[in-house]
């Protein structure tokens, strides 16, 4: 097995791409794309008589490509059916980064997923907690547990929301502006900001409406999402911009910190800046940009 590095439950993950764990093709490639995150599936992509073939060619890509900094993830079966257990031994032997659970409905489903996954790094002797977890919300259900979900386990660093499931189970279609997912993703951020872990958004289907893939990544930032799943590496670039801070938040965020700095010492909790009235969450909230920024590769200075 290539050598990875312990994965990290914080860590920048603006775009987290799919891909099918079966084809060889797609799985020596996918990091030189620049994704963030790469989600190896085994779940809906694999045809239900070729779950071996798929555990068996992700187990020997993990054996044999140095995916670098780029994380893995995979997406196992769900607890529903009886692929799920063989699929977590997998993903512990093969050292990738975490699980994805599919259709993930109760911190009951994490529990399992959990007890699972520690029972397959003892029996393959790596580090107990080493393999992360994150939660796919795909039902009305798995929303209205999403805190419950999030809270459910000290390895789980993210949920997601899945929209193909999720709209199918609210009998509706995707309209523009995303008015029929408003509520479910709001929700979700909400559990997941409360939790303090991270929330990620749904793949957008139609890779070729670059325009109204643009809207949704630009409503999904707005709404305060950390990244967002995507299918293409044409999705990639476009996600990474919309998500970085631009030149002009940056140098907001600077021109509070330095302005907090100067005013630590004298105990102003509030003061102005360029007219604005700003307090302590104001002098946080930079921080977090100016964080933000570093890691995204659009700011070198120091914090």
């Known amino acids: 097995m290539i050598p990875r590095p312990k994965p990290e ?3 920048l993950r603006r775009t987290m791409m ?39 060619s992700l187990y020997h890509a993990m054996q044999t490509i140095d995916y670098g900094n780029t994380e893995v993830i995979v997406r196992i079966n769900g607890l529903d059916t009886p692929h799920w257990r063989e699929d977590i031994r997998c993903v512990v ?26 029972a397959a790094e003892r029996e393959f002797g790596l580090e107990e907690g080493r393999t ?13 547990n999403a805190y419950e979900i999030v809270t459910a386990s ?5 949920c997601a929301i899945s929209g193909g499931d999720f709209r199918k189970s609210m009998h509706v279609r995707i309209e523009k502006g995303g008015i029929e997912m408003l509520t479910a993703r709001g929700m979700m951020l909400l559990a997941a900001r409360a939790a303090g872990v991270q929330c990620f958004d749904t793949m957008f289907p139609n890779i070729d ?23 293409s590496p044409r999705q990639i670039r476009l996600v990474h911009e919309i998500f970085a ?49 570093k890691a995204c590769g659009v700011y070198d200075g120091d914090l």
């Not at 030189?32 to 694999?46: F, Q, T």
């Not at 032997?93 to 699972?116: F, L, M, T, Y």
């Open 9 to 11: 439950k914080f860590r």
């Open 18 to 56: 799919f891909m099918n764990a079966q084809k060889p093709g797609l799985l020596k490639d996918a990091y030189i794309y620049g994704s963030d995150s790469i989600i190896l599936d085994l779940e809906d992509a694999v045809a239900e008589n070729q779950k071996d073939a798929a555990r068996f």
């Open 93 to 118: 032997a093969s050292g990738a980064d975490g699980i994805r659970i599919a259709k993930c409905e109760s911190a009951d489903d994490v529990h399992q997923v959990e007890a699972a996954t520690l």
């Open 132 to 144: 992360l977890l994150m939660a796919a919300l795909e039902s009305p259900q798995g929303i209205l």
């Open 154 to 158: 000290d390895r789980l660093f993210g």
């Open 209 to 231: 409406d670059m325009e109204a893939f643009r809207e949704e990544v630009v409503q999904n930032r707005q709404m305060g999402f950390d990244g967002k799943s995507i299918v």
């Open 245 to 293: 801070p631009t030149a002009k938040e940056i140098a907001y965020a600077e021109k509070l910190v330095r302005s907090f700095n100067e005013q630590a010492d004298s105990g102003i909790g509030v003061y102005t800046v360029d007219g604005k009235m700003v307090d302590i969450p104001f002098f946080e909230d930079a921080r977090r940009t100016l964080e933000l920024a």
